[in-house]
């Protein structure tokens, strides 16, 4: 009897050795701010994470109590994105050194009063309503990973949804004001090779040619500075370097680095300068070559580059030096000349931390009414692309955020609409430009400037009283376009706003109300002139009420069925 044929095979045999399995990779933590060894254990991450974070002193200052209680219950820790991977150590140590909890929520504990079943008696004070009153006072810490808005700055939104008594701010910070709550900073204590970074100082600036420079580096690497000007003194006599400022009477404090303390302060971008003698600061500082240790973001390098006479920049990671290219700061001027004839301005609100935030908002949109121009206010996070796209009334974007990495420089065209600084814009709405070259980014100086200036107009006298028609006609510095837009809010004495007589009510009385309307609650909306002036302006937008009692299309019975087999397919084949 011969064998059953075997069946074909169906598919060709496959192993290890016709394909490979795609297996996913280990990610590897970047701790390289740490500066650990090739191989390391665990009692040497928190070793060193004790160590780069002065995990010690932060436990020293939670331990604080007022009349015999923590005073801080409710404790927040933001952390960057690089420096996420330490949270876990770090709150585990927190955890162990101070019995500190990262329950949202209390849970309630049923105890006995005397070792026998739960208590019954709901009315005594000194039973389970201790234990619980007790419990309820232990710390609690809270991990913010994602921020707000810029990392460098203090998260006070998301603080204040877990109601914190402290926000702990690890990494580089910009040492803005706070508004409300007590923050510690905790910069880390990052190594960098000394004896590279003198001989790059020395091949930049080299020794005996009477260079003026200054020394400064972001805040985590500003401990190095005080050292580091001490021993290039001698060889560089005109050198200073700039120390972090922290005002005293803010709640804040540094763990881990004292910075100096002067009497008579000369400071500016949040430092102090050592070294210098006392005069103009602005003049002073032009005549200095900027050496700063660590890359600045590029609205901080580009300030930077305002102040000095040149900045070369060291990278403590690539080890090498550089001097450009940085920001453009005729890009800016081009920005600013744009928005003198721009109709519709958005404040768009990058920060809500920053103290006289609120104050600027205010003011600006103040100034920008008396001027004529319409103005939006946005908070939408973490501006991109793609949000600010979806606004395309605004003809200039004006971004309050922080110096260090709040403000949008669109060095690629990135962005739809040309972004400026309240600076810039201030320049725009000005009857007389004067572009000095500065680029000022503080708040608190924005509004000295606004207020004299209001002070100056009132001694003055109103200009602006004279007629539309007596205006001269505005043309577009860039393009050289006549543009009829710029002042929308001055249009408003000429619109007809008359009450119209009642017509009945009907499904679209409110559609149709506002759909032709483009002065709401005596104020012009820019909105609505850009709706009215598209081609389509939305579903149902062209329906016609009047031709109703007119036939309208007839309903036909479709195909039916589904695609291998359809009725009239069926019918044709029977």
């Known amino acids: 009897?011969?064998?059953?044929?075997?069946?074909?095979?169906?598919?060709?045999?496959?192993?290890?050795?016709?394909?490979?399995?795609?297996?996913?990779?280990?990610?590897?933590?970047?701790?390289?701010?740490?500066?650990?060894?090739?191989?390391?254990?665990?009692?040497?991450?928190?070793?060193?994470?004790?160590?780069?974070?002065?995990?010690?002193?932060?436990?020293?200052?939670?331990?604080?109590?007022?009349?015999?209680?923590?005073?801080?219950?409710?404790?927040?820790?933001?952390f960057p994105d690089e420096l996420i991977c330490d949270s876990a150590t770090i709150v585990h140590e927190l955890q162990r050194q101070l019995g500190a909890t990262v329950e949202s929520q209390p849970t309630a504990t049923h105890q006995s009063c005397s070792g026998g079943s739960p208590c019954s008696n709901k009315t005594n004070d000194s039973c389970c309503k201790g234990v619980q009153a007790e419990s309820s006072t232990s710390q609690k810490i809270y991990i913010l990973a994602d921020t707000s808005y810029s990392p460098c700055c203090v998260d006070e939104v998301a603080a204040e949804h877990v109601d914190s008594d402290l926000v702990i701010h690890f990494g580089d910070a910009c040492l803005n004001p706070v508004d409300k709550l007590v923050t510690f900073y905790v910069f880390g204590k990052p190594t960098v090779d000394l004896d590279h970074l003198v001989a790059e100082f020395k091949?930049?600036?080299?020794?005996?040619e009477d260079n003026k420079v200054m020394l400064m580096a972001d805040s985590p690497h500003s401990h190095l500075l005080e050292g580091l000007y001490h021993s290039l003194k001698e060889e560089y006599p005109n050198l200073a370097y700039a120390d972090l400022y922290l005002d005293t009477q803010s709640k804040v404090k540094v763990i881990g680095y004292q910075p100096t303390r002067s009497s008579h302060p000369l400071k500016v971008l949040n430092r102090i300068f050592s070294g210098l003698s006392d005069g103009d600061l602005d003049d002073t500082l032009s005549q200095y070559d900027l050496f700063h240790i660590t890359v600045p973001k590029s609205p901080r390098l580009l300030q930077l580059t305002t102040r000095f006479g040149s900045v070369t920049v060291y990278d403590p990671k690539e080890r090498k030096t550089s001097q450009g290219p940085f920001p453009n700061l005729m890009r800016r001027y081009r920005f600013m000349q744009m928005a003198r004839t721009a109709g519709t301005i958005g404040l768009l609100v990058n920060t809500l931390s920053l103290s006289n935030t609120k104050n600027l908002i205010?003011?600006?949109?103040?100034?920008?009414?008396?001027?004529?121009?319409?103005?939006?206010?946005?908070?939408?996070?973490?501006?991109?692309?793609?949000?600010?796209?979806?606004?395309?009334?605004v003809d200039m974007w004006c971004v309050l955020g922080c110096d260090h990495q709040g403000i949008i420089l669109d060095q690629t065209n990135e962005y739809f609409k040309p972004i400026i600084t309240p600076y810039e814009l201030l320049l725009a709405l000005s009857d007389d430009v004067t572009w000095t070259g500065k680029w000022e980014t503080d708040f608190k100086k924005l509004l000295d400037q606004m207020v004299d200036e209001e002070a100056?107009?009132?001694?003055?006298?109103?200009?602006?009283?004279?007629?539309?028609?007596?205006?001269?006609?505005?043309?577009?510095?860039?393009?050289?376009?006549?543009?009829?837009?710029?002042?929308?809010?001055?249009?408003?004495?000429?619109?007809?706003?008359?009450?119209e007589p009642e017509e009945e009510e009907s499904e679209t009385s409110l559609v149709k109300k506002f759909s032709s309307t483009i002065a709401i609650k005596n104020t012009v909306s820019t909105s609505a002139v850009h709706l009215q002036n598209r081609h389509w302006t939305g579903l149902g937008s062209d329906y016609n009420q009047d031709g109703l009692d007119e036939a309208g299309a007839l309903v036909e019975e479709g195909r039916a069925g589904v695609a291998r087999g359809y009725d009239y397919d069926r019918e044709a084949h029977q």
């Open 1 to 78: 009897m011969s064998e059953a044929p075997a069946a074909p095979a169906l598919s060709t045999h496959q192993d290890d050795t016709t394909f490979s399995y795609d297996k996913v990779k280990a990610v590897e933590k970047d701790r390289t701010h740490l500066n650990l060894p090739p191989s390391y254990d665990h009692d040497q991450l928190v070793q060193k994470i004790n160590q780069y974070y002065s995990v010690d002193e932060i436990i020293l200052s939670l331990k604080e109590q007022v009349d015999g209680h923590r005073k801080y219950n409710k404790i927040t820790l933001q």
């Open 203 to 208: 091949a930049r600036y080299p020794v005996g």
């Open 362 to 393: 205010n003011s600006m949109g103040k100034r920008i009414k008396d001027s004529g121009k319409k103005h939006y206010m946005f908070v939408v996070g973490k501006p991109n692309v793609a949000k600010l796209a979806n606004f395309e009334n």
């Open 456 to 499: 100056n107009q009132e001694d003055e006298g109103n200009e602006d009283d004279e007629d539309d028609e007596d205006r001269p006609p505005e043309f577009n510095p860039v393009t050289g376009q006549y543009v009829s837009t710029s002042r929308p809010l001055r249009q408003l004495n000429h619109l007809r706003i008359a009450a």
